[in-house]
């Protein structure tokens, strides 16, 4: 998508504006708290994190921060308590909603010279899924049905892609729910995140559909730092198991051409290796799989991770709200072979006084 339907949904970008509500309540608008900086960051792979700046609240007589309703400010800005952010431009009772989450770090700067500042922080609903470390198994249960009971304990809503493999015994081994995820997520190359609404997403990467939005440069991009980097890359990977009923070994293959999101009309980083060395490079894995089916999709999930190495980089851009982790943005005006499609990966959101800009990082496979 061009800029040009972007501008009239948000403005034509212009008057950036945000709204911060803590337990529902508009810090500015409706506590009279004076919020001087607002930062989002969404990233594939850990929870997200908001933090944002309260200025000119300190009251130098009394010792402490005081809204302008006269009210302690830490009475209102406590640890647990839910926030909800929203960025974007213009009528600030329309701004879409980018995070929600919890209050869990509440840190003050008393400088040499000038106002003290109190910055608030946390995490997005994933948070609970970090904390502690757990051991226990399920016999006969698919990856679905775990990560299903794992939301629900957790108060998220499901959107989960289902996975039909049922496991003889899936194990956590004192592991944080979240580190849990992230590893069944991983040997089903699915993405896990937990967005705004409090859905747990667990499920293939969007790595193959259209962008979001093209960003130019010189018009919305303002820079574009991208890296190709053969040296971790492999042609093959090779993943092997044991049937034990069977008496014999289970193996799953996956190899250049299988790499998730390929645009068919460049060449991915295994057939680039390929080409650079004159043979395969082949990674071989021993797994605990149960199927030739699971060690397929293990080794194809493997070679992905590997090739989405190939091409990083990182950008900057106006304020998109649009942009998040886990869609696909095209960037353009670059010349060949930079101008293409890209994986985001992450997405840092900023708005204070010299406006709204995002930082983004991204990733891809082919080149």
Sequence with gaps: MELAPLSEKYGAFYAPAFQVLVSGRDLTHQLAIDVTQVEVDLSLGAAGRFSFVVGGAYDLEGRAFVSGLNRQ???????????EIKLGYGDRSNLPVLFSGVITEISISFPEGGTPELTVAGYDHAFTMTLGKQSRSWKNWTDTAVVLQLAAEHGLDPDIEPTLEQHAQIEQNQESDFEFMKKLADRNHCEFYVTEKKALRFARPRDGDDGVVTLRWGQGLLSFRPEANLAAQVSKVEVYGWDSAKKQPIVGRAGA?????????????GARLRQAVGRDAVLQLRQPVFTEAEAKRRAEAVLSEHAKRFVTGEAECMGLPTLRPDCNVDIAGLGA???????????????????????????????
């Design 257 to 269: 051409g299988e790499e998730s999101g390929l645009d068919p009309r460049r060449i991915g980083a």
């Design 73 to 83: 400010v830490l009475e209102v800005l406590t640890f647990g308590a839910t926030v």
């Design 337 to 367: 072979p930079f101008s293409k499609t890209y994986y985001v990966q992450q997405t840092v959101h900023k708005i204070d006084a010299n406006g709204y800009r995002t930082r983004l990082k991204v990733k891809e496979t082919s080149l």
